[in-house]
Every structure is written in structure tokens, then in C-alpha cells.
């Protein structure tokens, strides 16, 4: 009888391998390798790196409203493959030139779809693809993440709201809960991207890219499980201006079955792994770049990036003049002042400009003549950008961006979009390609992680999504310097970040307080500076007050000196959560900028990507009493040493930033 039993096993195991196929692309390097399973019932995909196991065997479908699936009881049509090598062109990004290398399987399946598998040296994506000419609605998406092991993760809750639908209207700011997986807190989303520590000290991260027309992935792990499953918000049916900060969201009071709706043919988003085997490979990484679609704007001439002086953070407490600061056009003709004598190419016109809750861009408050403004601005050559709440910008986009576009506006500072479902998706690329037609930047505040529309319409610069230092205005519990620390290895692998540095206070661990009007950064002077390197923003804002910089007229050249894209980069150091290194550079001169934790440190840097030759250093480091002050800071002009070795000192919540040249 157990001959029998175990003949009649074997049997059926038999059968069940030669019902399975299995299917295999590896990167270029042959370290990545994704294996994909297909049998009668389901599709599932592995990814190997080195032979350590990354993603155990994980179930992906799209379930369609019709009864009907894509990777439900498939059957493989055909398999292609392909081998891609070549340049991306990135002129506003952390280097000019990308190399895209990677090698692609197509699998071709009865029923009018397929699925695109990518082997990175760097990690693995796959994506699925309609390919029928039918309309059709997406029920939901089954995105699995086996990770096999309860590894230790970073993970970035959604702040606010007990069930799934309170968490899909947030804000997609946080800091990171550093726990095992298995005690993932089961009714909790997290958004993307999320860190875990992986088998051999591999680091693995999960996003996704090329988000376009369909609802961002949230993660969650209801079981407490090794394995996070994809999340969806389904699709608004009623909207109502409403809720939250002076009603300037969209909030759902009703939504359809299903969480997509496409025309036929679509590219779905890719659902991205990354992959490291060493901490600082994280800080630069362009997979999210390479895998969002090219450029739709032929002619990117006249997008400019750059600094923007910025009045809200700092509350509009200019001091020194004689007049009342404030919401009117003489603080804001002071900002203009002081953005032209520092060569500052922005100022921006935060909350306040528009009558307040009336959302409709078209009524501008008594105390701003605009078009005085503007073309002051424009006689000290800067240009100004203009903050809009979404509801207000969403309900007459067009007209909005005509207007302005024709006054001599620049762009727009778009905020409190808090949500990503398929709608949403769509705002942002309906007002990127709407600001791109009247040639103006914008700047996604109060918006989730980007996911590459930045390289589709290089117009956007820049995209919040992230715990940046307006938290500082009112948090007493953040821990902001360890945050700093972290996100360069996680939020920043998802694209730039409106983070909005550069206070003039800065206090050490024991003194920061949480002041709304008159606000503080934690750590040292030299942190902030380093941020300008080190956080990636094409448009970067200098959230302290113009009377402040004055005052520190050293630290503001600096930092007006620094640029906001680059033509290269290179990783220094790194270990998260503890510190970073990172050097920049643009035309001939170098940037360095390295932060720390809460922990005083000494680090050894290998310059030798300078080349041969002498180079000289501009470098702000921390003072001796910066432990005590944390405005306290040393600048000095140095000969980098003939063995291209350099070491600093950072003090607790410190930094350090070097500008170099050659001789």
C-alpha cells in the first residue's frame, strides 16, 4: 500500500513538472536572475541574485472585471528575448548619460496579453501589457513578494487612518518603522519604496516604475507572513472638494469595483526589486529612470532648473525693513532683491497669493498686484513660480496655465494631491503635458513617490512624497537627522524630492524645539549644506528667510553655488541609517557632501575620481563647538593632498561639504 502511495506521489509530481514550464532571462552580468514559472492554473516569478534567493516564488495576475485574467490559467503563445544596450540621454538628473544595459523576455499568452520580465545588474522588473483593442476594467492586481525569511525592513506607514480606505487619502510622508516583517502591523498600508535587509546582508528594495493610468501600489502584510502583497485603491466614483487643510483636496465618497479602466492596448506599470550588495549601491541607482517612458517633449531648451527662494517656511519674517512683511508686493519684491543679488533663479509665491478657499487661481488677493511683480521680477532676472492646491489648478488647468504661461509665470507649485489612485495617476500627467504646452515647471507637493514621469516630462522637477523639514515646524518627536540619513538609500532610489532644506537655525539634539513661525533644523549648519548635494531636487528651495541668509552671506554663496543637476556622480561611502558620501560634479568642479547620524564621526575619502593633477578645496566643516552650537562651522581653502586622501570629522547630527577645483 505505501509502494502504491508513494508510486501514485511521484506520479503526480511527474505530471505537475511537465505542466510547469519554466522560463529564465539574467542580467548582463549574469548576477540577477529571474525565473518564471507558468502551469495551468497561475504564473509565478522568482529572482535570484548570486544564487542567494531574493524573491521566493510569488503568484502575479491582473484579475479583470469581465471574469477573465491575465496570468489566470494561462497559456504561453510564444517567448521572446532581447539584449539592450545603450545611452539614455538625462540632462536634468544626477548625470548627464545613462547606460541602459539590460536583457528582456517577452511571453506571449492566448487571451491578449503579455508579460516583459528585465535582468539588471542591479535588480529585476516585469510588467504586464494588453494587447487587445477592447475596452476593459481592472477588478484588481496581484502583486506578490515572497521574501522566504522575516527580514528586518524599513517600512514607511501610511500615517493616518484604521482601514485600508481612510489610508489611501494621505499625505505619503513619514518616517520608518525598522522591524522583521512578521511584525508588520497587519492593518497598516505602507507606501513605496520600502528597504529590507535580505539573505548575506543584500539589501532589497521594492517600487515600481512608469506609472501611468492605473492606481499606485501600496504594500501590506495581513498575515504576518514572509510574504507583502500588493495593495490598490479602486477607482473614484464620487469626488467632492473637501476635507483636510482649507478643503483643498479632492475626497471620495464613492468608488466603482474595480481599481483601473483601460482602453485595450496598455502598458501596466513595472513592479520593480533592487538589489545590493553593499549599502552605498543604493544611493545611485537609475532603474526607476531607465524604466520610465522617454521624453515627450521634443524640445527641452527651455526647461530650467535651479534654486528657488522660498517665503513659506519661514513664515514671510524678513526683518530689518520698513515695512510690514507679509503676503504683499514689497516682502515679496525683498525676496526678488535678494534672489537677483545671490543669483537665485526663483521665488516663489507660497499659499496666500490666491483668495483662500475659493479655488480658483483667477482671484488674486488684494494686497499682490501680480503683474507688478512679475515684471519686476523679470528686470532682476527671476523668475517667479506660483503655489496652487489641486482642486483649484485640476478644475481649470488649462486657462490657469494660458494665463500665467502669458503673464510671465514659470511654473507651479501643485499641493495636496494625497492620493494615487487611477485618476489621480492621471492628474499628473494631464497637468504635466499642459504645463509643458505653455512652457512651465512644475513641482508635485503633497504627492506621492515619483516614478519616473519626471524623465517622461522633464518639466517636472520635482515630486514631494517625502518626511522632508516642514516637519520641523511642528513635530517634537521627529528624529529628522536620522531620517536624513535613511532616505537617500530608500525614498531618494524613487526619483528627487521637494525636501525643502537650508534653515539658518540649527540646533543640536537637546534643544531643538518645534517653533512653527520662527523654525529650526536638528543638526549642524554643515548638515543643511551637505543636504544640497546629497538630496537630489532639480529645483531645490532655500526655506530660511532672506534676512537670515544675509546674515550668513558664507553659507549663502555656498549654497547658491551649488547646482541642482549634475553630469556625474559618484558614491563615496555609505551605511543607512548611519551616513553618506556622496561627490557631484558639474562642467570642471566637484561637489562633496557627506551627513551623519546622531553619532560624532571620522571618515577616510578616496578622491582619486578627481584624476591626476592638483585640485584645491573650498570645505565647510563643522566647528569644534559644533557639538555644543550647531551653527558653529569652519570654512577653509585647502590643498587636496597629493595622495587624493582626505579625512573629516563630523560631530553628532553634523556634515561636511567640499567644493573642489583643479589648480
Same mark, same amino acid.
Given at each position: 500500500?505505501?509502494?502504491?502511495?508513494?508510486? !501514485?506521489?511521484?506520479?503526480?509530481?511527474?505530471?505537475?513538472?511537465?505542466?510547469?514550464? =519554466?522560463?529564465?532571462?539574467?542580467?548582463?552580468?549574469?548576477?540577477?536572475?529571474?525565473?518564471?514559472?507558468?502551469?495551468?492554473?497561475?504564473?509565478?516569478?522568482?529572482?535570484?541574485?548570486?544564487?542567494?534567493?531574493?524573491?521566493?516564488?510569488?503568484?502575479?495576475?491582473?484579475?479583470?472585471?469581465?471574469?477573465?485574467?491575465?496570468?489566470?490559467?494561462?497559456?504561453?503563445?510564444?517567448?521572446?528575448?532581447?539584449?539592450?544596450?545603450?545611452?539614455?540621454?538625462?540632462?536634468?538628473?544626477?548625470?548627464?548619460?545613462?547606460?541602459?544595459?539590460?536583457?528582456?523576455?517577452?511571453?506571449?499568452?492566448?487571451?491578449?496579453?503579455?508579460?516583459?520580465?528585465?535582468?539588471?545588474?542591479?535588480?529585476?522588473?516585469?510588467?504586464?501589457?494588453?494587447?487587445?483593442?477592447?475596452?476593459?476594467?481592472?477588478? =484588481?492586481?496581484?502583486?506578490?513578494?515572497?521574501?522566504?525569511?522575516?527580514?528586518?525592513?524599513?517600512?514607511?506607514?501610511?500615517?493616518?487612518?484604521?482601514?485600508?480606505?481612510?489610508?489611501?487619502?494621505?499625505?505619503?510622508?513619514?518616517?520608518?518603522?525598522?522591524?522583521?516583517?512578521?511584525?508588520?502591523?497587519?492593518?497598516?498600508?505602507?507606501?513605496?519604496?520600502?528597504?529590507?535587509?535580505?539573505?548575506?546582508?543584500?539589501?532589497?528594495?521594492?517600487?515600481?516604475?512608469?506609472?501611468?493610468?492605473?492606481?499606485?501600489?501600496?504594500?501590506?502584510?495581513?498575515?504576518?507572513?514572509?510574504?507583502?502583497?500588493?495593495?490598490?485603491?479602486?477607482?473614484? *466614483?464620487?469626488?467632492?472638494?473637501?476635507?483636510?487643510?482649507?478643503?483643498?483636496?479632492?475626497? #471620495?465618497?464613492?468608488?466603482?469595483?474595480? #481599481?483601473?479602466?483601460?482602453?485595450?492596448?496598455?502598458?501596466?506599470?513595472?513592479?520593480?526589486?533592487?538589489?545590493?550588495? *553593499?549599502?552605498?549601491?543604493?544611493?545611485?541607482?537609475?532603474?526607476?529612470?531607465?524604466?520610465?517612458?522617454?521624453?515627450?517633449?521634443?524640445?527641452?531648451?527651455?526647461?530650467?532648473?535651479?534654486?528657488?527662494?522660498?517665503?513659506?517656511?519661514?513664515?514671510?519674517?524678513?526683518?530689518?525693513?520698513?515695512?510690514?512683511?507679509?503676503?504683499?508686493?514689497?516682502?515679496?519684491?525683498?525676496?526678488?532683491?535678494?534672489?537677483?543679488?545671490?543669483?537665485?533663479?526663483?521665488?516663489?509665491?507660497?499659499?496666500?497669493?490666491?483668495?483662500n478657499k475659493k479655488a480658483d487661481l483667477m482671484q488674486v488677493v488684494p494686497e499682490i498686484d501680480l503683474v507688478a511683480l512679475t515684471k519686476y521680477a523679470r528686470s532682476k532676472q527671476v523668475g517667479l513660480i506660483?503655489?496652487?492646491?489641486?482642486?483649484?489648478?485640476n478644475r481649470d488647468m488649462e486657462n490657469v496655465c494660458r494665463h500665467y504661461a502669458d503673464m510671465g509665470i514659470k511654473g507651479f507649485k501643485i499641493d495636496f494631491m494625497n492620493r494615487d489612485d487611477q485618476e489621480?495617476?492621471?492628474?499628473?500627467? *494631464?497637468?504635466?503635458?499642459?504645463?509643458?504646452?505653455?512652457?512651465?515647471?512644475?513641482?508635485?507637493?503633497?504627492?506621492?513617490?515619483?516614478?519616473?514621469?519626471?524623465?517622461?516630462?522633464?518639466?517636472?522637477?520635482?515630486?514631494?512624497?517625502?518626511?522632508?523639514?516642514?516637519?520641523?515646524?511642528?513635530?517634537?518627536?521627529?528624529?529628522?537627522?536620522?531620517?536624513?540619513?535613511?532616505?537617500?538609500?530608500?525614498?531618494?532610489?524613487?526619483?528627487?524630492?521637494?525636501?525643502?532644506?537650508?534653515?539658518?537655525?540649527?540646533?543640536? *539634539?537637546?534643544?531643538?524645539?518645534?517653533?512653527?513661525?520662527?523654525?529650526?533644523?536638528?543638526?549642524?549648519?554643515?548638515?543643511? !549644506?551637505?543636504?544640497?548635494?546629497?538630496?537630489?531636487?532639480?529645483?531645490?528651495?532655500?526655506?530660511?528667510?532672506?534676512?537670515?541668509y544675509m546674515k550668513e552671506q558664507e553659507c549663502t554663496d555656498f549654497i547658491a553655488a551649488v547646482p541642482t543637476v549634475w553630469d556625474e556622480t559618484v558614491v563615496l561611502n555609505g551605511k543607512i541609517a548611519q551616513?553618506?558620501?556622496?561627490?557631484?560634479?558639474?562642467?570642471?568642479?566637484?561637489?562633496?557632501?557627506?551627513?551623519?547620524?546622531?553619532?560624532?564621526?571620522?571618515?577616510?575619502?578616496?578622491?582619486?575620481?578627481?584624476?591626476?593633477?592638483?585640485?584645491?578645496?573650498?570645505?565647510?566643516?563643522?566647528?569644534?563647538?559644533?557639538?555644543?552650537?550647531?551653527?558653529?562651522?569652519?570654512?577653509?581653502?585647502?590643498?587636496?593632498?597629493?595622495?587624493?586622501?582626505?579625512?573629516?570629522?563630523?560631530?553628532?547630527?553634523?556634515?561636511?561639504?567640499?567644493?573642489?577645483?583643479?589648480?
Amino acid at each position: 500500500m505505501k509502494q502504491t502511495l508513494f508510486c !501514485l506521489l511521484l506520479l503526480n509530481f511527474s505530471l505537475y513538472a511537465i505542466a510547469q514550464k =519554466n522560463y529564465v532571462v539574467k542580467s548582463p552580468d549574469e548576477r540577477v536572475q529571474v525565473i518564471v514559472s507558468v502551469d495551468k492554473e497561475q504564473v509565478k516569478y522568482q529572482i535570484l541574485h548570486e544564487g542567494d534567493v531574493i524573491i521566493r516564488p510569488s503568484t502575479i495576475a491582473m484579475q479583470l472585471s469581465n471574469g477573465k485574467g491575465f496570468g489566470i490559467r494561462p497559456t504561453v503563445r510564444s517567448t521572446k528575448s532581447y539584449n539592450i544596450k545603450q545611452q539614455i540621454s538625462s540632462p536634468i538628473y544626477k548625470r548627464s548619460q545613462i547606460e541602459d544595459y539590460y536583457n528582456e523576455m517577452e511571453i506571449k499568452f492566448k487571451g491578449d496579453y503579455l508579460l516583459l520580465f528585465r535582468a539588471y545588474n542591479e535588480g529585476a522588473a516585469y510588467r504586464f501589457v494588453s494587447t487587445g483593442k477592447k475596452e476593459f476594467t481592472v477588478a =484588481n492586481e496581484i502583486a506578490e513578494f515572497n521574501l522566504g525569511s522575516n527580514y528586518p525592513a524599513y517600512i514607511p506607514y501610511v500615517k493616518i487612518g484604521k482601514t485600508f480606505e481612510q489610508q489611501f487619502f494621505n499625505s505619503f510622508e513619514n518616517t520608518y518603522t525598522y522591524t522583521p516583517i512578521s511584525q508588520w502591523e497587519s492593518q497598516k498600508l505602507a507606501f513605496l519604496p520600502i528597504l529590507m535587509e535580505g539573505v548575506n546582508g543584500k539589501k532589497i528594495a521594492i517600487t515600481e516604475a512608469d506609472l501611468e493610468h492605473y492606481p499606485g501600489m501600496f504594500l501590506c502584510n495581513e498575515d504576518a507572513s514572509n510574504t507583502l502583497k500588493g495593495v490598490f485603491a479602486p477607482y473614484p *466614483k464620487t469626488v467632492e472638494q473637501g476635507s483636510g487643510y482649507n478643503n483643498l483636496q479632492g475626497v #471620495i465618497k464613492e468608488r466603482e469595483p474595480y #481599481i483601473a479602466k483601460s482602453s485595450g492596448p496598455q502598458q501596466f506599470p513595472w513592479r520593480v526589486v533592487i538589489v545590493s550588495t *553593499k549599502d552605498r549601491e543604493l544611493l545611485d541607482n537609475d532603474l526607476v529612470y531607465k524604466l520610465a517612458a522617454p521624453s515627450r517633449i521634443e524640445d527641452v531648451a527651455w526647461i530650467k532648473p535651479g534654486k528657488v527662494a522660498w517665503d513659506w517656511w519661514n513664515n514671510w519674517n524678513i526683518y530689518g525693513v520698513d515695512f510690514k512683511s507679509g503676503i504683499n508686493n514689497e516682502t515679496y519684491q525683498y525676496y526678488i532683491d535678494f534672489a537677483s543679488a545671490n543669483h537665485i533663479e526663483y521665488v516663489i509665491l507660497d499659499e496666500g497669493w490666491a483668495v483662500n478657499k475659493k479655488a480658483d487661481l483667477m482671484q488674486v488677493v488684494p494686497e499682490i498686484d501680480l503683474v507688478a511683480l512679475t515684471k519686476y521680477a523679470r528686470s532682476k532676472q527671476v523668475g517667479l513660480i506660483l503655489w496652487a492646491g489641486y482642486h483649484a489648478f485640476n478644475r481649470d488647468m488649462e486657462n490657469v496655465c494660458r494665463h500665467y504661461a502669458d503673464m510671465g509665470i514659470k511654473g507651479f507649485k501643485i499641493d495636496f494631491m494625497n492620493r494615487d489612485d487611477q485618476e489621480m495617476v492621471d492628474f499628473y500627467y *494631464k497637468s504635466a503635458a499642459v504645463a509643458a504646452k505653455y512652457k512651465l515647471l512644475v513641482d508635485f507637493h503633497g504627492a506621492y513617490k515619483p516614478t519616473g514621469l519626471q524623465r517622461t516630462y522633464p518639466n517636472v522637477m520635482n515630486f514631494e512624497g517625502v518626511n522632508g523639514l516642514e516637519q520641523l515646524k511642528w513635530d517634537k518627536d521627529v528624529d529628522q537627522v536620522t531620517y536624513d540619513v535613511t532616505i537617500p538609500f530608500i525614498r531618494q532610489l524613487a526619483g528627487p524630492m521637494d525636501y525643502t532644506q537650508g534653515a539658518m537655525h540649527n540646533a543640536i *539634539k537637546r534643544e531643538y524645539a518645534p517653533v512653527y513661525a520662527n523654525p529650526m533644523s536638528q543638526g549642524t549648519r554643515c548638515r543643511q !549644506l551637505a543636504t544640497y548635494i546629497i538630496f537630489e531636487s532639480p529645483l531645490n528651495m532655500l526655506c530660511d528667510n532672506p534676512s537670515n541668509y544675509m546674515k550668513e552671506q558664507e553659507c549663502t554663496d555656498f549654497i547658491a553655488a551649488v547646482p541642482t543637476v549634475w553630469d556625474e556622480t559618484v558614491v563615496l561611502n555609505g551605511k543607512i541609517a548611519q551616513y553618506t558620501v556622496i561627490a557631484r560634479k558639474k562642467d570642471a568642479t566637484w561637489y562633496v557632501g557627506a551627513l551623519t547620524n546622531w553619532d560624532k564621526r571620522a571618515l577616510e575619502l578616496d578622491l582619486d575620481f578627481l584624476g591626476a593633477g592638483n585640485y584645491r578645496a573650498e570645505i565647510f566643516k563643522d566647528g569644534v563647538n559644533a557639538n555644543k552650537v550647531g551653527m558653529d562651522y569652519k570654512r577653509e581653502i585647502i590643498d587636496v593632498p597629493a595622495n587624493k586622501r582626505l579625512t573629516i570629522s563630523m560631530a553628532p547630527g553634523g556634515g561636511f561639504v567640499a567644493r573642489i577645483i583643479k589648480n
